[in-house]
């Protein structure tokens, strides 16, 4: 009776080079499982899992309800699906998610990695984004199960910020020393780095917003 989907490719490069892999991952298998959803008696509540690469990235602070406009292949996949979902009439949340942050993988992983060696470590000051704590991510779906009278297009991040500064927040957490992070400039014209992705999280979660205790304990988890 429930359904959560996070299937699906988010290699921005690969996909923005060819477009028919996104179709077929990203796009063909959203059709398909509301067409299976459909054939089925039972009622079932879908969690889809979005992105805040729905956005145009230019201005940051996107609510839920703000205009869509994608801009990369990616982007366009998951808006694709969003709007079938909503089509469909079915029991569904859109969750747009914003830079899950988990020490096993993604940024926060090698950035931790990186941490370890004596490297100089160079992060971009001119993009910003929502880094999300893992487990705060989770409670979010949870808050959608546990209350199915919530339906519709959600957004859930932390607190919007720059590479740079989310690194350094990381390293003095994690006891390192900040002075071999070195501030850089992404080339946001010509690549899928965008100036500001960051989301306004939607009121129904709110209390949920991971702060700096969060990420102190999702860095405990870094081995």
Not at 37 to 52: A, F, K, Q, T
Request: proline residues 4%; glycine residues 6%.
């Amino acid at each position: 009776n429930l359904i959560i989907w996070l299937a699906g490719s988010k290699n921005l490069t690969q996909l923005q080079s060819n477009p028919t892999l996104s179709y077929t991952l990203n796009e063909r298998p959203v059709v398909d499982l509301l067409k299976v959803m459909e054939e089925i008696r039972n009622p079932i509540r879908l969690i889809y899992i979005s992105s805040d690469y729905v956005f145009d990235g230019q201005c940051g602070g996107y609510r839920s309800t703000d205009s869509r406009a994608p801009n990369t292949v990616y982007g366009k996949s998951k808006m694709f699906a969003e709007d079938r979902i909503l089509e469909s009439g079915n029991d569904a949340v859109c969750l747009r998610a914003s830079a899950i942050m988990n020490p096993h993988g993604g940024f926060l992983g090698w950035f931790l990695d990186k941490l370890q060696s004596d490297e100089v470590i160079s992060l971009y000051t001119n993009t910003f984004f929502s880094p999300t704590v893992s487990s705060s991510f989770n409670s979010a779906i949870c808050r959608f199960i546990e209350q199915p009278i919530l339906k519709g297009v959600f957004n859930f991040g932390g607190p919007a910020m720059s590479r740079f500064d989310f690194g350094c927040l990381v390293a003095r957490l994690s006891g390192k020393n900040i002075e071999r992070l070195h501030p850089a400039l992404a080339d946001t014209e010509n690549s899928t780095f965008h100036k500001n992705l960051s989301l306004l999280t939607s009121v129904e979660l709110l209390d949920l917003v991971p702060g700096v205790y969060e990420l102190k304990e999702e860095l405990n988890r870094y081995d």
